[in-house]
Structures are given as structure tokens and as C-alpha cells.
């Protein structure tokens, strides 16, 4: 059997290249979305930490020249807003502590770091996202992450840093999707939650079988990426479940974490899952769209794709 023509767009094994030599956490992490893999002009490198990481800090203060998206999210399905730990991160010299689910947006040249575990409590995952370029290099090469500091940075602006991150999300979308996963999912990045952010990210895990089946969708406006990550801390390639993700007229197959770069106009869905044996974590990033309604308001075929999305009851047959 041919291999479909978009399979280029599918991360299924990640690079191995980013954040070497720490011990404590995937090190280095899985890059599951770059330029050399797809072609995307996004770079998504993420990694469990399975304990206190050494040396803590590891990450110093750095700027980039890009936006940047940072997510924690929490390795328990039962509890997905709990973090599993206690971390400071720096912002623009400002100390902001958390332990929940949180994401973090940062604007291009904002200097961000030390980031230091306080607490360890259960594994979870750090996932870093640069903006407007897929290469690591460029993302990360001069921005000095490695670069110790002899003392903490001072803030040296009139400005409230807590207003770039999330602490606790908004619950909107996937209303409808109740069977096997969370119902609605988590919106942790947005332009609503933070105005510079023309960005939105909404995730959700999944336990079951998804009921009913994600259907057929196209974005004539906006790139997405979606992710599909494996909760297994022993084994994060593993997605723990049988899957297909439709591409075009193709129904690709997945049973390891994969990454997917849809780029506008590209039909794609629906996405049935066949079997789960493990919790796992879906992701959908939609990209120049900071809404729900920007990203996917005209994207479902038929009105039943439309409620199913926002969280309405499809019409029975008597109703229609």
C-alpha cells in the first residue's frame, strides 16, 4: 500500500535534541513539532519530569527574539488542573509561583528564568512553544538558557507579569464529546485569557473511547497543529491507545505520541479511536486565531458538526 502523501505532516517519532544532561526529567526532551520534521514555522519540544530535576535551576534567564508559549500540565487524569509541583519562574525579573496547570505566554524579548522546582509531588510535563520559527537554533541558540547568573534578576518595569499567565482555564470547548474524555476540554492559552496572545490552545485527556467520533473539519484561514501525547511517564512514546486521524481522503493509523501540522485548507478528521488502554492527552493549537469562534466557528461540515463542537446536542431525527 502507497504511503499517503500526508504523512510528511506527521510527527511520529520526536528528535531527541533539546535540554541535555538533567537529571530528574526527559533530558533531553521530545521535540514533536520543528521545520526539519514538517515544515511548520513552530517549534514544540515537551518532557516529563519525574522528580526534583538536577541541577535546579537548570534553565536561566534568557530572552528570545520570538513569542513563546510555556504549558505545565499535571500527570493525573483524575486531577488535570494539580501540577504535581511547586515551581518559580521569572518573569521580566518578577517571581511568579505556581503549582497547578498552567500556561504561560511571552512575548518576544521579555527576559524569562531561573525556573526552579520548590516542590515535587507526581510526575508532569513541561512544554516549551516557540513562535514564528521552527528551528531550535534560532529559537534558542543566543538567547542564553545556559548562561549562569550570580545573583536572582531584578524587575526594572512598572509592569505586572502575572498578567502573562494562566493559572486555571476556561472550559468551552468539546462540550458535546462525553464518552471517554474531558468534556469540555481546558483552554489554557487564548487572546481572551491574555490579549497579546493571538493564539489558542485547548486540551483535554482521554480515557475511552471518544463517543461520538470527532468529525470532518477544514480551516480556510488558520494553520493548527494537534497533538496526541502518551500519559505513561515509563513510556511517553507509548500513546496507549489505537487511533486514526483523517488527512484529506487518507485515514492515517497511531498507537505512539505523534504530532500533526495541518496546514489551512487541508480537510481533516474525523478521528476515531478503536481502543484505549492508557489516559492520554489530546492538544489542539490553532494558530493566528485567539478565540474559539476564530478558530473553528466556520470549520465543521453540516450543523451537527458545528453543535458537536460547541458543546450543543446534535438534533435527533424527529427534531430535524
Known amino acids: 500500500m502507497a504511503e499517503s502523501e500526508y504523512e510528511k505532516y506527521a510527527v511520529r517519532t520526536p528528535f531527541y535534541e533539546a535540554g541535555p544532561g538533567v537529571k530528574g526529567r526527559q533530558s533531553p526532551t521530545m521535540t514533536f513539532m520543528s521545520e526539519k520534521q514538517t515544515g511548520a514555522p513552530y517549534y514544540i519540544e515537551l518532557g516529563w519530569i519525574y522528580d526534583m530535576p538536577e541541577p535546579n535551576p537548570h534553565i536561566q534567564e534568557h530572552v528570545h527574539d520570538y513569542d513563546e508559549i510555556v504549558l505545565h500540565w499535571?500527570?493525573?487524569?483524575?486531577?488535570?488542573?494539580?501540577?504535581?509541583?511547586?515551581?518559580?519562574f521569572y518573569i521580566g525579573g518578577q517571581p511568579i509561583t505556581?503549582?497547578?496547570?498552567?500556561?504561560?505566554?511571552?512575548p518576544a524579548g521579555v527576559p524569562h528564568g531561573p525556573l526552579t522546582w520548590k516542590k515535587f509531588e507526581?510526575?508532569?510535563?513541561?512544554?516549551?512553544?516557540?513562535?514564528?520559527?521552527g528551528d531550535m537554533k534560532k529559537g534558542w541558540g543566543h538567547s542564553?538558557?545556559?548562561?549562569?547568573?550570580?545573583?536572582?534578576?531584578?524587575?526594572?518595569?512598572?509592569?505586572?507579569?502575572?498578567q502573562y499567565v494562566i493559572?486555571?482555564?476556561m472550559r468551552e470547548a468539546g462540550g458535546n464529546f462525553t464518552a471517554g474524555r474531558q468534556s469540555p476540554t481546558m483552554t489554557y492559552m487564548s487572546r481572551t485569557q491574555i490579549n497579546l496572545a493571538n493564539y489558542y490552545i485547548e486540551f483535554g485527556w482521554i480515557w475511552g473511547k471518544v463517543e461520538p467520533p470527532i468529525p470532518k473539519m477544514v480551516h480556510e484561514k488558520l494553520d493548527e497543529i494537534v497533538l496526541h501525547i502518551g500519559g505513561d511517564p515509563d513510556d511517553p512514546e507509548d500513546?496507549?491507545?489505537?487511533?486514526?486521524?483523517?488527512?484529506?481522503?487518507?485515514?492515517?493509523?497511531?498507537?505512539?505520541s505523534y504530532g500533526m501540522w495541518i496546514p489551512r485548507g487541508i480537510i481533516h478528521g474525523p478521528l476515531n479511536w478503536h481502543e484505549v488502554r492508557k489516559p492520554h492527552i489530546e492538544m489542539a493549537i490553532m494558530l493566528g486565531g485567539g478565540t474559539l469562534m476564530e478558530g473553528w466557528g466556520d470549520s465543521f461540515f453540516g450543523e451537527d458538526g458545528i453543535r458537536r463542537r460547541f458543546g450543543q446536542r446534535p438534533p435527533t431525527p424527529t427534531e430535524k
Open 74 to 88: 499535571g500527570g493525573d487524569y483524575k486531577r488535570p488542573q494539580v501540577l504535581g509541583g511547586e515551581i518559580e
Open 98 to 106: 505556581f503549582n497547578t496547570t498552567t500556561g504561560i505566554f511571552i
Open 122 to 133: 507526581f510526575p508532569h510535563i513541561e512544554m516549551a512553544m516557540m513562535l514564528g520559527t
Open 144 to 162: 542564553g538558557i545556559g548562561e549562569k547568573k550570580s545573583s536572582p534578576p531584578k524587575k526594572d518595569k512598572d509592569f505586572d507579569y502575572e
Open 167 to 169: 493559572r486555571s482555564p
Open 239 to 256: 500513546l496507549g491507545a489505537d487511533m486514526e486521524f483523517g488527512m484529506g481522503d487518507d485515514l492515517l493509523q497511531f498507537n505512539k
